[in-house]
């Protein structure tokens, strides 16, 4: 079993940067390919990005692509998400996800491809 805990979400004005980690425990984070999913009240759980478990492959969504990053330290067992440039609209719960994969270069990009899910972090960016 995964846990996964999230933190480093806030309030930040347009134009800003925050940096949000997941912490991973309970299980072998080589085995697990990462990814940050955002949801809104009223609306589906989204995909923001994903790295592999080989950390070689990213990939994210079309509207935050070239201002978020994202990264992860096998060493610390986390997985970050450096977001530039926030616009009013990337306010959302965040969560981390951890799935299984075979391929070491593989990514996930829906939901349904992570086992494992963070409690969210609020990230709020005010106009």
């Known amino acids: 079993q995964v846990q996964l805990v999230e933190s480093g979400g806030g309030l930040v004005q347009a134009g800003g940067s925050l940096r949000l980690s997941c912490a991973a425990s309970?299980?072998?984070?080589?085995?697990?390919?990462m990814g940050w999913f955002r949801q809104t009240p009223g609306k589906e759980r989204e995909f923001v990005g994903a790295i592999s478990r080989g950390g070689d492959t990213t990939g994210y969504a079309s509207s935050v692509k070239g201002r978020f990053t994202i990264s992860r330290d096998s060493a610390k067992n986390t997985v970050s998400l450096q977001m530039n440039s926030l616009k009013p609209e990337d306010t959302a719960v965040y969560y981390c996800?951890?799935?299984?994969?075979?391929?070491?270069?593989?990514?996930?990009?829906?939901?349904?491809?992570?086992?494992?899910w963070g409690q969210g972090t609020q990230v709020t960016v005010s106009s």
């Open positions: 996800a951890a799935g299984p994969t075979i391929s070491p270069s593989y990514i996930q990009r829906t939901r349904s491809g992570y086992d494992y």
């Open positions: 309970g299980g072998t984070f080589s085995s697990y390919a």
